[in-house]
């Protein structure tokens, strides 16, 4: 998917896609978890693979990651509702959020997660979806 600078941001801040996401996207880093946690959704949106991989915490980041979708299988990303963000470190933060999908012709659904993220040299990375 291709979306223009002065685009609504898919994360769903009240800004354009260039002064929220996109400079993430483009190499700046996030100022905190929840920043990074948005301009991951989104990624996924957009299908930018290298950005997930290289905000992925080194120690959990999977070696390789497809988002193809299986024929008339299309995910179709609804959006984003921030519940929680909160520092639990210095250098540690979580996020709870729910991300709305549909796949293909299906109805739309709800995923909740708890994530965690860790600050290394500055940057925020995600480590994973707490248990």
């Known amino acids: 998917m291709q979306i223009s600078p002065t685009s609504p941001c898919p994360c769903g801040r009240n800004q354009t896609y260039a ?22 959704y989104s990624a996924y949106v957009l299908k930018d693979i290298a950005y997930l991989l290289a905000s ?3 120690d959990t980041r999977p070696a390789t990651l497809s988002l193809e ?7 179709q990303w609804l959006g984003l509702s921030v519940q929680r963000h909160a520092a639990t470190g210095e ?4 996020v709870v959020f729910t991300a709305r ?3 293909g012709g299906g109805s739309a659904v709800k995923m909740v997660e708890h994530s965690r993220f860790q600050r290394i040299d500055g940057r925020w990375y ?5 248990g």
Do not use: I
């Open 19 to 40: 002064a929220c996401c996109g400079r993430y996207h483009a190499g700046q880093a996030a100022a905190d978890a929840e920043s990074l946690m948005r301009s991951r």
């Open 56 to 58: 992925w915490h080194p």
């Open 101 to 103: 999908y549909r796949v």
């Open 69 to 75: 979708d299986a024929p008339g299988q299309r995910t």
């Open 91 to 94: 250098d540690t933060a979580e």
């Open 126 to 130: 995600y480590l994973d979806a707490a």
